[in-house]
């Protein structure tokens, strides 16, 4: 299977700048999706094919993807940005398709 | 636009079979491939497996010998059954929609969720 890792936790002050890492071998081969699931609420979208965002996701949500490691960042945080974020890979290959979570922290 | 609504039994004793259906309201049943995900506290996101409107099925092989989803294109339903259930079942269940694309894909959207809690 093809093991996808994120931090467990990042914690990050209102108005800075969060990045929340997903590794994995030769990722940047692959594309990466990121969804945020806030608690109590159904996983949301909110980067696919790398860097492009849904419809109706704010333009401080941006994703990049390169060799080992994708990066979802998030510009000038807010308290609602609170949440947990998983990254997804889909090659048809693999039977654990997300990584294991982060929790995001808004000190 | 999809939009996925979920029910089924939130309660169930170990050993009996877990089932979940999912309606799809909007967009075309036969273009995506529709799948069930779960989330449990020490597990994250686990993918169950899906189905395509013809019934083509795929499973994570760690549930496939107790899952079976099926589809009722009739209704623009489709439908989780998972047997022998086990405190370790416990978990939110998702429906969701993968999108497929070149060789890859996301799910988007979900459905609300439904708290499957297994205990005697």
């Known amino acids: 299977s093809y093991v996808l890792t994120q931090p467990p936790s990042v914690s990050v002050a209102p108005g800075k700048t969060a990045r929340i890492t997903c590794e994995g071998n030769n990722i940047g081969s692959k594309s990466v999706h990121w969804y945020q699931q806030k608690s109590g609420q159904a996983p949301v979208l909110v980067i696919y094919?790398?860097?492009d965002r849904p419809s109706g996701i704010p333009e401080r949500f941006s994703g990049s993807n390169s060799g080992n490691s994708a990066t979802l960042t998030i510009s000038r945080v807010e308290a609602g940005d609170e949440a947990d974020y998983f990254c997804q890979v889909w090659d048809g290959s693999s039977d654990l398709p997300f990584g294991g979570g982060t929790k995001l922290t808004v000190l | 636009q999809v939009q996925l609504q979920q029910w089924g039994a939130g309660l169930l004793k170990p050993s009996e079979t877990l089932s979940l259906t999912c309606a799809v309201y909007g967009g075309s049943f036969s273009a995506f491939y529709w799948s069930w995900i779960r989330r449990t506290p020490g597990r994250g996101l686990e993918w169950i497996g899906e189905?395509?409107?013809?019934?083509?099925?795929n499973y994570n092989p760690s549930l496939k010998s107790r899952a079976t989803i099926s589809v009722d294109t009739s209704k623009n339903q489709f439908s989780l059954k998972l047997s022998s259930v086990t405190a370790a079942d416990t978990a939110v269940y998702y429906c969701a929609t993968r999108i497929a694309v070149s060789g890859t894909g996301w799910f988007d959207p979900w459905g609300q969720g439904t708290l499957v809690t297994v205990s005697s």
């Open positions: 189905i395509n409107h013809s019934g083509s099925v």
């Open positions: 094919y790398d860097s």
